[in-house]
């Protein structure tokens, strides 16, 4: 970790990932760092080395007293900041004030609010401070453990995808697509045990979504009413899809209408619970593990600097 002199509570801490995306690191990481100094905003940082470092990192840098962060890197990044700052116990979550300088290959949270993925106008979004207190979902896993995530979570063809995403991400934007159809071949819908405000559904899903903000997988919407402040979670529930289905509303997974189709239902609620045998969970790109989970909610949970709504 690299640390300045000026007080903690004034700096900012950079969580910075080198492997992010498909940008030429050290160009991106001399021009973030000349920028940072020339609108003289004081910080210090800290690469990953491997997989969850963040996790440490955030904990550390807490524990010295920062309370302002940056995530540089893409939405996986961003992901287990998040999860850091959730998982800490020195101060209350929502005391933490989180930036992002997007690195990535999709970026997709950094679109609800209109972050450029230009380096300097998203340094210039974290200097306008325009704050927003976000909603943090929690997923429980049968096995006890938490994740959490600040943009999209889901079960079934979403995490079959990001599995197989894995191998073409170093491609491009267009990996999600490429990942998409070609898991959609090979993947076999499940049934799932949805229980939804005391009400209890047994459906053959292709995949349950669990949104708080409005675009994954590069671009895609596939919730409703996205809201990141309102307190509730934003369910799509996917029934059964062929390929060539999905394939001719390939252009609605874009613009948002796919949530209007007959086999497709929306919800919004605080929690849920779904039991399942082995279908794989994601949780902003991540898988998180597989099988029966509950999903709740937790309001206004972290400060987030944006640009608009």
């Known amino acids: 970790m690299h640390f300045n002199k000026l007080h903690f509570t004034k700096s900012w801490f950079l969580i910075v990932n080198p492997s992010a995306g498909n940008t ?8 973030i760092q000349s920028l940072l100094k020339t609108k003289e905003i004081f910080f210090s940082f800290a690469f990953t080395q491997y997989t969850k470092h963040e996790l440490v990192l955030v904990d550390e840098a ?10 540089v890197g893409g939405d996986g ?10 998982m800490q116990r020195y101060t209350k979550t929502s005391n933490i004030k989180l ?8 970026n997709d949270w950094i679109r609800t609010y209109k972050i450029p993925n230009s380096i300097e106008k998203a340094i210039n979004v974290i200097i306008n401070n325009t704050v927003i207190f976000q909603d943090i979902g929690c997923i429980t896993l ?36 490429l990942s998409g159809l070609y898991s959609l071949l090979s993947y076999r819908k499940k049934k799932y045990s949805i229980t939804i ?26 919730t409703k009413y996205p809201n990141p402040t309102d ?22 997974l874009y613009n948002g209408n796919i949530v209007h189709h007959k086999k497709v239902d929306n919800y919004k609620v605080k929690e849920l619970n779904i039991i399942n045998d082995n279908s ?30």
């Open 142 to 177: 049968a096995s006890g453990k938490k994740e959490y995530f600040n943009n999209l979570a889901g079960i079934g063809y979403d995490g079959y995808v990001v599995k197989n995403l894995k191998y073409l991400k170093k491609i491009g934007s267009i990996a999600f697509l």
């Open 99 to 106: 930036g992002v300088i997007p690195l990535g290959t999709g």
């Open 77 to 86: 990044t961003l992901h287990h900041v998040v999860n850091g700052i959730m």
């Open 280 to 309: 794989i969970i994601e949780a902003d790109g991540e898988i998180v593990g597989t099988g029966s989970l509950k999903v709740h909610i937790i309001p206004n949970a972290i400060q987030f600097l944006i640009n608009c709504i």
């Open 231 to 252: 307190g509730l979670l934003d369910i799509t529930i996917v029934k059964k899809f062929s390929f060539f289905n999905l394939l001719f509303n390939l252009p609605k």
């Open 197 to 222: 405000r005391d009400e209890t559904l047994k459906e053959e899903c292709l995949m349950i979504i669990f949104g708080i903000c409005k675009y994954s997988g590069g671009g895609l919407r596939v």
């Open 62 to 71: 807490i524990k010295q007293g920062y309370r302002n962060f940056i995530s």
């Open 24 to 31: 030429n690191f050290r160009k991106s990481w001399i021009c």
